[in-house]
């Protein structure tokens, strides 16, 4: 086509050339140049006829459309009722453009392919982490701090330590005080024993029991007032009453605050030093609510500060709060960072990059809540957050074992002591009900939750749907009762009936209160007319097993590095596509796969949070897919403009010539 329109062109030259010299030279040619111009011009309109005769045969045009207005679709060209423009045709797709869930569709030639600089990449499964970064602040921890305070009334007669930021040993003197109400029990302690040896042989219990008694509160009291075990059997081994008290350091740490100078008189419960054990900090830092979904208890917390430049200090999430900051809107998070050469310190602001893989937004976030850990053997109602000395009778307390069940986000029932489990061979070649090594393959039996079919029945009995919330039987009005059904390894189907706390915090096999949030289980809320379905979907990933050195390296189960011989680390894979090839129009997410041979199909995928330079695809992509990377955009606009893309603007609106 390009060399007859080159052509042509030579022969208007020729034309226009033989005008001019038969002007010049007075040779009268009208009629000819007449006839051979019209010859020419019915050549040049029979040769772009023809083309399109062509173009026609091997497209077939199937309605006309307006670039601006894609919804419209009329049978002729002409003019859009919209805005007027000219209709542009819209051919019938080629082969291979039919794809189930296609949105639009768009074929282009190889020079437009290089003009538009299309570009392509291959989407499969790969590692995603998702970075958080913020900036914190470097507190106190709360738990390491300690109150140096008067015990009883007196005089301050010698303060040992002087100044703020002295380093003091747990056990070490502080304040030497004087106090007239510690003198006068002492004198009542020593004539409560001298009574005690007067009437020790007395015939009448009644007596020696009450001198005992009179011992025993007068010693309670000194205790109460701080004075030691040690100093109570020196006073009554030695009998001489001592004027002062020594104040001694409840524990190790730095004082960071003094109160009282020698020489004042302080009131019981007075404050003289406060002290802060400065070998674990907080860091305090605040998440935008767009990200407070990747933030969960027990994540790592990379902090950096410019005092130590190319240096990491490691810690954890140990507390997310329960409330947003309406000014601000994140909500703040709390970091254990161990600072055991004191290097960090309160006050100083430091950067910190949270790295979360995706696989963890799937894990249920769990929550702090104080006095579940810890409890004191002689006494069960007295509960601690941390290892400690029980109040009472100085025994330390003990780790409580937790055998309560939990909710998962997927409504599974995980925790340990009560949930059944069950020994799967990584090739699935054998299931145990006991941790080994696989008799067949030899590999290791990975621990995995024994399937669970939940139902939820009355004693009329009536069945409730698991996928709407809990309610009340229809007939007779009483609370449903949830039982799963248990299989084990060997077949057998074991059924258990669970009770579940109303704020969904947890389930268990025994009726009582949760420990989350003290709420009785078993008594679930009635909610009528509740049970909208949800489409759920989720992540397409894989395991596989890689060397941590050498990355490349990958195998499908357990195995040696074939370079450097280490052992390979199972990892989480997921399906991924690069952030550039997805289209956000607000309210779906489009992406265009290469076909080949420069034909293009578009079609609306449902993806994962966005991690890096990456999305992880749940639904619409198969790995394998070539999506188009650079030019997206461009194809979209064209699809467009063709008409192609009017299944995206929800319908059209068909125009006839009425006969």
């Known amino acids: 086509m390009l060399f007859k329109q080159k052509f042509l062109s030579l022969r208007y030259f020729i034309i226009i050339v033989t005008v001019i010299f038969s002007v010049l030279s007075g ?41 601006m207005h894609p919804s419209v679709r009329m049978d002729k060209p002409g003019k859009c009722p919209i805005c007027a423009m000219d209709l542009v045709p819209v051919y019938e797709k080629g082969a291979g453009m039919e794809e189930e869930g296609a949105l639009a569709s768009v074929e282009l030639s190889e020079r437009a392919r290089k003009l538009a600089q299309v570009k392509t990449d291959v989407i499969g499964f790969r590692s995603l982490t ?25 005089r301050i007669d010698k303060l040992f330590i002087d100044f703020t930021g002295t380093e003091v040993v747990k056990g070490e003197s502080l304040v030497w005080m004087y106090s007239p109400d510690l003198v006068s029990t002492q004198k009542e302690y020593l004539l409560a024993l001298e009574t005690f040896e007067k009437v020790e042989n007395s015939p009448f219990k009644e007596v020696v029991d009450g001198t005992i008694s009179l011992i025993d509160a007068t010693k309670k009291r000194l205790l109460w007032w701080g004075i030691s ?24 740490g730095i004082v960071i605050e003094k109160k009282m100078l020698e020489g004042q008189y302080v009131m019981t419960g007075e404050m003289i030093y406060t002290l802060a054990d400065l070998s674990k900090v907080w860091m305090m830092a605040n998440i935008y609510e767009y990200e407070m979904a990747w933030i969960k208890v027990g994540q790592e917390v990379e902090v950096t500060t410019p005092a130590y430049p190319g240096e990491a200090f490691i810690g954890t999430v140990s507390f997310i709060e329960p409330f947003l900051d309406d000014k601000t809107r994140s909500v703040k998070i709390r970091c254990d960072i161990p600072n055991r050469q004191l290097r960090l310190k309160p006050a100083m602001y430091v950067n910190a990059r949270i790295r979360i893989p995706v696989e963890e937004l799937e894990e249920r976030d769990r929550t702090y809540v104080s006095g579940l850990d810890y409890v004191c053997p002689n006494h069960p109602e007295i509960k601690s957050s941390r290892p400690g000395i029980c109040p009472e009778d100085n025994v330390p307390f003990i780790k409580k074992t937790s055998a309560r069940l939990e909710m998962t986000a997927e409504g599974k029932t995980e925790g340990i002591g009560e949930t059944e489990y069950e020994y799967v061979c990584p090739m699935n070649c054998y299931v145990s009900d006991k941790p080994g090594d696989c008799p067949v393959c030899g590999m290791h039996l990975e621990k995995k939750e024994m399937p669970v079919d939940e139902t939820v029945t009355c004693i009329c009995p009536q069945e409730w749907d698991p996928d709407t919330s809990p309610k009340s039987c229809p007939m007779c009005g009483m609370m449903l009762q949830k039982s799963i059904t248990v299989t084990s390894p060997t077949g057998e189907k074991i059924q258990k009936y669970v009770y579940m706390c109303p704020m969904a915090c947890m389930t268990s096999d025994k009726p009582g209160e949760c420990p989350d949030c003290k709420r009785q289980m078993g008594r679930w809320e009635v909610r009528e007319g509740v049970g909208m379905k949800v489409k759920k979907t989720e992540h397409r990933k894989r395991t596989i097993y890689t060397c941590p050195m050498h990355p490349e390296v990958t195998s499908d189960k357990p195995d040696n590095c074939t370079r450097c011989g280490m052992r390979l680390e199972k990892i989480t894979q997921m399906l991924a596509i690069p952030a550039t090839a997805v289209l956000d129009t607000g309210v779906r997410k489009i992406v265009y796969i290469d076909k080949g041979n420069g034909q293009y199909v578009g079609k609306e995928v449902i993806l994962g949070p966005k991690a890096g330079d990456y999305y992880p695809v749940m639904e619409g992509l198969e790995e394998g897919d070539r999506v188009v990377t650079s030019a997206n955009f461009l194809i979209d606009s064209q699809s467009q403009l063709t008409g192609g893309a009017s299944a995206l603007y929800g319908g059209a609106m068909e125009f006839k010539e009425e006969k």
């Open 27 to 67: 040779i009268q040619i009208s009629n000819y140049v007449e006839t051979y111009c019209n010859a020419s011009l019915q050549d040049g309109i029979n040769f772009i006829s023809s083309a399109n005769a062509e173009e026609t045969k091997e497209k077939k045009i199937i309605y006309w459309t307006c670039g």
């Open 229 to 252: 075990e040690r100093q109570i059997e020196e006073l009554a081994r030695n009998r001489k009453i001592k004027q002062h008290t020594i104040i001694y350091a409840p524990i190790s």
């Open 130 to 154: 998702k970075d958080v970064y913020t900036v914190g602040l470097i507190e106190y921890d709360e738990r390491l701090k300690a109150v140096v305070s008067a015990w009883i009334p007196g």
